[in-house]
């Protein structure tokens, strides 16, 4: 069985009463005629399935209106724990799951209860005879085999789960009275949802296909249990499409509650979708820290274009491999705009000539701040391969200013601060933002800051003095999309809805936040791979401002013999 670690024993005075399953770290649901009677102080909850979790001391906080008779709707109690248990709870399954479109084709259900003799807890396999509420309040369950267990006391409270998912369709609260008869009577969740309405938003609505449903609770699971740090209302907000309601104004108070909101909340046309965005960045999260270990020892190839001086057509391009702490010029020339790729292509083809055998390549551009923007990730990786460079190598680029001494100073400095950092935390520069350029130095002066992000492109009108600003403060990482906003930093956009600024700006942050700043080079290759085989992906203009100084050693150093000219050609 899936999660089975939420089944519950229900004991009263040392003895046992019934069954229930957990719904939330603190909550278990069991029947009312269960622990009707039994002081308060005598109520414990067990975990079978659970090994060394003790009992945990519970009391009724909430009921159906069970007025004590057999037929008397309502028999539903809500118990709270005295502390919080580490088990996920039990998913709940939509309202039409227990049955299908085919009634020689019944689904499988399974009930885990405690009946005499059998004190760990035992299955019995059961389906619904119809889809038919009786008296508004019961389905009629009966033995999938002939001769199969039948109900008995100790199955009450009990979760009815399909067995194909482990997600719960009602809760067992009466058998059939007659012991030559085996079946029995199921409150579904609806009902249980009508009787205490705290139940409402944990049934998920009938959009959501049951593998996704799966996906992201095991996801959830894996979340909670490796203690991931993210925050519920950006992971949201991230996912969210443009139909789908906002985030709670109190926010989320955990994962599992904005996994939950996702479920129960979000239906029609693109609900799946929505639940797959939210599944693929809380994994993408998980997946991080894992390739993260060890960081990568970054052996880079520096490719630096500048202005030439003897016109428009012509450009400047040095490029060095740095390996074992020592720059080796590679080649330098003045070349046409025509051969400047080719020429790239070529010199750092080369360039892998000096770098030790396995090591971490990373591929640098040096550029003009007016060329900052500048497609490099785009060039073709070789004469006879037009896949992307930046989607064969991790490539970042670099504005020449910042390699003044003064400069390397402040960001060897930052990057010092950055080694123990465990996210890239993205620091947002809005689409329209009125915020004053000294302003957003100051924030980006502050020991939290890391990740500048962009919401347009650094030409966009009213971008050009934030982006100078962030180069100048200087800020350890930049991200932007040359794509940008169409609306640039006009008053009509403002960061609002629809605007792709800011749903990029959402799904960076979603995809980095849980990964170090040393790993960021390696993450925008993986999304950049993403987008070459996707059309329209997000990240497919994303460009990646990196410079860990330490990482460049020595880059004024006198050029070796001859370097004005390749030594290769």
Not at 272 to 288: C, Q, S
Not at 480 to 494: I, L, P, Q
Not at 536 to 550: E, F, S, V
Request: hydrophobic fraction near 40%; charged fraction near 25%.
């Amino acid at each position: 069985m899936i999660s089975a670690e939420w089944h519950a024993r229900i004991e009263t005075a040392g003895r046992i009463a019934g069954a229930g399953f957990l719904i939330t770290p603190r909550k278990v649901l069991t029947c009312a005629h269960v622990v009707s009677g039994a002081p308060q102080d005598t109520l414990t909850v067990t975990f079978p399935e659970r090994p060394g979790c003790d009992a945990v001391p519970a009391r009724v906080v909430a009921d159906g209106g069970w007025r004590g008779g057999v037929t008397d709707p309502g028999d539903l109690a809500v118990l709270e724990l005295a502390r919080e248990v580490p088990i996920a709870p039990a998913a709940l399954a939509p309202v039409d799951a227990a049955h299908t479109d085919r009634p020689d084709r019944p689904r499988k259900l399974l009930v885990y209860g405690f009946p005499v003799g059998f004190d760990e807890g035992t299955l019995a396999e059961y389906r619904i005879t119809a889809t038919q509420l009786l008296s508004r309040e019961w389905i009629q369950l009966e033995a999938w085999q002939p001769g199969g267990r039948p109900l008995a006391p100790g199955f009450s409270g009990a979760a009815v789960t399909l067995v194909d998912t482990g997600e719960v369709v009602g809760m067992v609260t009466a058998a059939a009275g007659d012991p030559g008869v085996n079946n029995g009577r199921m409150m579904p969740t609806e009902v249980m949802a009508r009787h205490w309405p705290g139940l409402e938003g944990l049934v998920p609505t009938s959009d959501h296909r049951s593998a996704d449903r799966a996906r992201l609770r095991g996801l959830v699971e894996r979340a909670v249990h490796a203690g991931l740090d993210c925050d519920p209302v950006r992971l949201y907000g991230a996912a969210a499409g443009p139909l789908d309601p906002p985030a709670p104004e109190e926010g989320f108070d955990s994962l599992w509650s904005a996994a939950l909101f996702v479920l129960c909340e979000i239906d029609g046309a693109d609900a799946a979708a929505t639940v797959a965005r939210f599944a693929d960045r809380l994994e993408a999260l998980l997946r991080a820290p894992a390739e993260a270990a060890p960081a990568p020892d970054w052996s880079p190839i520096l490719v630096d274009l500048q202005h030439s001086g003897a016109g428009d057509g012509q450009v400047r391009v040095e490029v060095s491999a740095y390996s074992g702490g020592r720059r080796h010029p590679v080649g330098s020339d003045t070349v046409p705009r025509a051969r400047l790729r080719a020429y790239v292509q070529d010199r750092i083809e080369a360039a892998f000539r000096y770098l030790t055998p396995g090591s971490d390549e990373l591929i640098a551009f040096a550029l003009p701040r007016d060329w900052i923007d500048l497609p490099v990730d785009r060039w073709a990786s070789a004469p006879d391969d037009d896949t992307p460079l930046g989607s064969v190598y991790p490539l970042v680029v670099t504005d020449q200013a910042r390699r003044r001494a003064g400069a390397r100073h402040q960001l060897t400095r930052a990057w010092r601060r950055l080694d123990s950092v465990p996210g890239a935390r993205v620091l947002r520069v809005e689409c329209g933002s009125p915020e004053e350029p000294p302003r957003l130095r100051m924030r980006l002066r502050k020991p939290d800051a890391c990740l500048a992000g962009f919401a347009t492109a650094p030409a966009a009108p009213g971008t050009r003095p934030h982006f100078d600003v962030t180069l100048t403060a200087p800020a350890p990482l930049v991200v932007w999309s040359r794509g940008g906003c169409a609306n640039g930093a006009e008053e009509a956009c403002a960061g609002g809805d629809g605007c792709a600024g800011k749903s990029f700006l959402d799904e960076l942050d979603a995809c980095v936040s849980g990964v170090p700043p040393a790993e960021l080079p390696r993450r925008i290759l993986a999304l950049r791979e993403e987008a070459e085989a996707e059309e329209g992906h997000w990240a497919r203009d994303i460009q990646l401002l990196w410079d860990d100084p330490r990482v460049f050693t020595d880059p004024h150093g006198a050029p070796a013999p001859a370097a004005a000219h390749s030594p290769v050609a």
